[in-house]
């Protein structure tokens, strides 16, 4: 299966004996190598967006973001929309990062405010499918599952997810634990499966 971690920062991972290109090799159980692409925009990038609206709506917190993005339903209509882009590479630490992040494709006849915050989930989500795609293991049709504390603030994460590589997306998210600790955990779940 791959998995995924969300936090501050985002790794995917995948025990495999196939050599993945532009996989990090870390150690495993069983002389088995767990398979990780790091620094992929999650938490972090979404922190600053919200910074970003607190400033342009001139508020004293970040409420406004984080519910707009936890309330946002899964729409099949809006995975057909594809007009409005955002990159969340703003770091230069970001995987994909190459000038920055962006908006872009906002226009008068396309814009609500539904689609723009939906539409920054589908980045985040489109950046670990290009990922599984760029593996060439899409074939294989590995569940999906996802740990971090980060996925209860944007449900429909997982339902992009799935909409994108057409897997089966499970939620392992029992524990509220920092990067490291859900890294150990991967490890730990996929080891029955060695």
């Not at 609206?53 to 519910?67: H, P, Q, T």
């Not at 809006?78 to 703003?90: R, T």
């Not at 689609?115 to 290009?130: D, E, H, R």
Request: proline share 2%.
């Amino acid at each position: 299966s791959w998995n995924i971690n969300l936090g501050t920062g985002s790794q995917i991972a995948i025990i495999t004996e196939k050599k993945l290109k532009n996989f990090e090799i870390r150690a495993g159980f069983k002389n088995k190598n767990l398979q990780c692409v790091s620094h992929i925009p999650a938490g972090r990038s979404l922190d600053l967006l919200a910074d970003f609206f607190k400033s342009i709506r001139e508020e004293d917190n970040v409420d406004f973001f984080w519910e707009k993005i936890k309330n946002i339903e899964f729409k099949n209509e809006y995975m057909q929309n594809k007009q409005i882009k955002i990159d969340l590479n703003f770091f230069r630490q970001n995987r994909f990062y190459s000038k920055g992040g962006f908006f872009k494709n906002i226009t008068e006849s396309n814009f609500n405010n539904d689609l723009f915050f939906y539409n920054i989930i589908f980045s985040m989500a489109y950046n670990f499918y290009k990922i599984i795609k760029l593996s060439k293991s899409m074939k294989d049709k590995l569940d999906i599952n996802i740990y971090g504390s980060l996925e209860k603030k944007i449900p429909i994460f997982k339902n992009v997810l799935k909409y994108l590589t057409k897997s089966e997306v499970k939620t392992r998210n029992d524990l509220d634990d920092p990067t490291l600790i859900n890294l150990e955990k991967i490890y730990l779940d996929n080891y029955n499966s060695l």
